[in-house]
């Protein structure tokens, strides 16, 4: 390259894929390129979209914290972006440390993309007393190589400052800003009848414990075109493979659950893509549940949405969005006043559209002031992105099995046989090295479970559902 020509400055972007990498169905849940929640993917590819300009080049990790990578992360890269959701939490310790250790060992820039802590509505931090020598730890390694931290809202910067860091700015949640200062969410219909379209989600919790099983159930009931769009890995494996391996499948009041009627019906699916998602969710009047990021999906698709806070990590993001949502220990006192219809009539989204734009400068103030480009303001306004995804085919969302035509078997069992070969041949080159290995060091200890046995586990299952599915 001529030395007069500019280098592209490359971001390493922490998401499960890039938004181009187009994946069969049956290897987006086994390679689980959603990280067990396809929420992910709406601000991953949001995250990435905003980020590509002339000249910024952005590279998915897909997914992985490697610590040993630093080296080379250093020397190829000249920032690491971490888009981040409800990371402060107990479950995700483990994780957080992880990519602590990797943080500590990069000396190019780390920005961190609307960070949220997560604990009840009532906005209670004592559950979070134990990790948080984690968060500190964490923070105070991004902090060195950035000069604020983004969070998602009002409860995570107060959370912050109560442990001494002030360089904390509430920035969302970039998801909502995929199309930059552009947000249009309106009601296409007066009001919503016993035909409207209505999509609903919620997460295993909230249906199980939350009560929001019996507020689904009774939309159920009365509206005939109420679909539910899952979002855990769990929920896709159910649909595809009616796999119940998971511990979520004992939640069979969740509509993804193979005896629960809406499976039956064909009234449920999962995306492994946020644009097959957001298109889909175009012809809907009005979308409702627990999930953020399943309504998100609707308002960026103009779609209305209500959502129903379980937690702190939905209910700060709609106060700063001004999304218009409710309490869910409330609403489930008041069955009546989460019915849809009530539900759309209520809404207001004079606050989310109206402020979005003044929002959307305090996102683009934090980018720059981190030293980050932007498509809107750098770029072509994701023009190039938006034709580019366009050009690409990606698949449907996941629907319930309940086929047991020879298409549907067919489809299933070649995939199956191809990760079969693929194994058979892994085996044979294991087999080629333990040989070796052992004329040359006298013998070497024997692996921890087969080659054979590891092809039984990933092929056993969906391979057993398939068999009972066919004799349905």
């Given amino acids: 390259m001529s030395p007069t020509v500019r280098q592209p400055k490359r971001i390493l972007l922490r998401s499960g894929k890039s938004p181009y990498d187009v994946f069969s169905l049956e290897d987006a849940l086994h390679q689980d390129v959603i990280a067990t929640n396809s929420g992910n993917l709406i601000f991953q590819d949001a995250a990435h979209k905003i980020l590509e300009t002339p000249d910024t080049e952005v590279v998915s990790n897909g997914g992985r914290t490697e610590v040993a990578a630093a080296a080379r992360i250093n020397e190829e890269y000249d920032a690491f972006v971490v888009p981040l959701a409800n990371a402060f939490r107990p479950s995700f310790e483990t994780a957080l440390k992880r ?127 109420l679909r539910f769009i899952g979002q855990n890995l769990s929920d896709a494996r159910q649909l595809h493979w009616r796999d119940l391996s998971d511990p979520n499948s004992r939640v069979t009041a969740m509509p993804t659950h193979p005896d629960h009627p809406m499976y039956r019906e064909d009234k449920v699916r999962v995306y492994v893509d946020p644009i097959t998602w957001i298109d889909d969710l175009r012809s809907f009047d009005f979308s409702f549940g627990s999930r953020i990021h399943g309504n998100i999906a609707a308002l960026l698709a103009g779609t209305p949405a209500t959502v129903l806070c379980g937690d702190s990590r939905t209910l700060e993001l709609c106060r700063y969005f001004e999304i218009p949502h409710r309490r869910l220990d409330q609403a489930v006192k008041d069955p009546e006043s989460v019915d849809p219809a009530r539900l759309y009539e209520q809404a207001d989204f004079g606050g989310l559209v109206g402020n979005h734009v003044e929002r959307f400068e305090r996102f683009i103030g934090f980018l720059d002031k981190n030293g980050l480009q932007n498509t809107f303001t750098h770029g072509d306004g994701g023009a190039a992105f938006e034709k580019r995804m366009r050009s690409l085919s990606f698949p449907p969302g996941v629907r319930p099995w309940n086929d047991t035509d020879l298409a549907s078997l067919s489809s299933r069992f070649g995939w199956l046989h191809t990760r079969v070969t693929e194994l058979t041949e892994d085996n044979v080159q294991l087999r080629k090295d333990l040989a070796r290995a052992r004329k040359t060091q006298g013998g070497v200890p024997a692996p921890a479970a087969s080659v054979y046995r590891r092809a039984r586990r990933v092929v056993g299952r969906p391979l057993r559902r398939a068999l009972q599915a066919g004799k349905q």
């Fill in 99 to 225: 990519l602590t250790r990797l943080i500590s060992r990069l000396r190019i820039p780390v920005v961190v993309l609307g960070v949220g802590a997560q604990t009840g509505v009532s906005y209670d931090p004592a559950r979070l007393k134990r990790i948080e020598p984690t968060v500190r730890e964490f923070c105070s390694a991004v902090l060195e190589r950035s000069a604020s931290i983004g969070v998602r809202g009002e409860f995570t910067e107060q959370y912050l400052q109560d442990m001494g860091f002030r360089d904390v700015e509430v920035i969302g949640c970039p998801s909502l800003f995929l199309y930059g200062r552009d947000l249009e969410v309106r009601k296409g219909t007066e009001e919503l009848t016993a035909g409207s379209r209505i999509a609903v989600n919620g997460s295993h919790s909230a249906v199980q414990k939350q009560g929001l099983g019996k507020v689904i159930d009774r939309a159920h009931a009365q509206y005939p075109n």
